[in-house]
């Protein structure tokens, strides 16, 4: 049997994800922001390791380093046949990164299958799709891990730690767990892949909870494959851990192992302008070029009196929320209580083709009165659109009626593209615009965590969220009940049959908050700034060294 090691601290951490310096959606900004965390506790004993997808051409997020760890790196591919490059993560903390060229082992595809089968019942009968590239690249990161481990000779006493996030990686805990024992595992769901299909099919998901059997959708939804390496991951690493306590429920029930610890996703505020002369300065330059866009686009003259509102993230149309958003919208549009105007904008990225060149010619033009001249085209959207008439938010948008004519107090703007400061029309990042907004609204059904509120209450901006998104029941946890506007966050309970009652309650929280003096909009947007306060990664990285620890155990009990 082996020495039990007192220690039960990290001194090695692994971590794996298809997004390491490859920004694809939320769980990216998890990494990324705590990273210089766990880089000042461990100085480059912490390594991200991810696909290279930019061999031969040049990657913002990865600053290569030929002299890194360089007699390690030529060991591995000489001996154990894994080739990656090493450098530095361009985020703060700058940690090292390593990004692994996993399409050689394509060859050995069938061995591995059939390897992940005969060891852990890993069935990929049924695969299809990303799921060859994502074991593919989680063997390859596995032998990743195992060759630093034996090439430096690290032993128990060390406390190696390897965390899998999500599917596409988790293979490789299992890899880890076989060849290397001595390192500890963890598997990290941020979404359960039945869950995320249930309720991506329209399927009611929170109701019906008790009595899915995971295995049986899987089958249904054809996704057997993906869901059976999560599933025994889940249940054969140290520890394993989802994001917050709605998606444990939905491992209990759908991959029937309930987390050993929940790890809510904090972040870090840096990227807000600092001190208060800077910030100011970013909303009020954020407002001028969302109302001057607006204005050019729709030919008004919407004013600073303006209350704007927004929603962004992914282009999931029922799971995010955005059909509920712009329904609550067309109510708000008829009710005769509002008497501001209100502007408010889809930021999702859709399958956009090209700038309007009619809007992009008229906002290049030093004056431009839109009044005078009239809206430019359709006065709904910034972008030109692939399959533009089968897109959803204009489809509704239609059925519903809104067209932005003159008379309406609301009107909506869908900006279909990244805002990534080079989209030809607004030619500013989300963030630099996401401080000029009053209100957001992300009424989400299917959200196990929810960066996208947490990065608006950074900005000082209130927002609407639902107990559906694991950030919402968080909120509502510092007040004890549910949270209002005035806190900074407003949770609307949220089921799977009470469209209606959302769209309502998001209807009449727009509503009174327009009607709001500024001393309290000013209280609330102090109170969302208290909130942001209380996600910083400082308060939730207690629960990754708890998740660290219990790994640890369980290592120390199986060897």
Known sequence: MAKKVQDKTPHYIFESSWEVCNKVGGIYTVLSTRAKT??????DNVFFIGPDFWEGKKNPLFKESKTLLSQWRKSAQLY??????????QIPGEPIAILVDFKPFFEHKNEIFGWAWENFGVDSLHAYGDYDDSIIFSWATGKVVESYYKFFGLTLQDNVVFQAHEWQTCLAALYVKKFVPEVATI?????????RSIAGNNKPLYDYLFAYNGDQMAAELHVEAKHSVEKQAAWNVDCFTTVSDITGKECAELLDKPADEILMNGFENDFVPSPAAKFDEARKAARATLLRVANTLMGTDFDDETLIVSTGGRYEYQNKGINVYVDALNRLRWDERLTRNVLAFVMVPAWMKEPRADLKAALAKKKYDAVAEGAIGDPRIT??????????VLSQMDWLDMHNRQGDKVKVIFVPCYLD????????????????NDLTVFPSYYEPWGYTPTESVAFHVPCITTDLAGFGLWANTLKGGASEIEDGVKTIHRSDYNFDEVSDTI????LHFSQMDKKQVKAARKNAERVAEKALWKHFIK????????ALDKRDSRL
Do not use: C, M, P
């Open 187 to 195: 598997f990290t769901t941020h979404a359960t892949t039945i869950g």
């Open 80 to 89: 154990d046949g894994v080739s990656f490059r090493i450098g530095r993560w």
């Open 38 to 43: 766990l880089q000042e506790k461990l100085t």
């Open 383 to 392: 972008h030109v659109l692939h399959e533009q008439d089968t897109d959803k």
């Open 543 to 550: 629960h990754y060294y708890e998740a660290y620890k219990k």
């Open 507 to 510: 209807r009449d929280t727009i």
């Open 421 to 436: 400061g080079n989209d030809g029309i607004f030619n500013r990042h989300y963030y630099d615009l996401l401080i000029g």
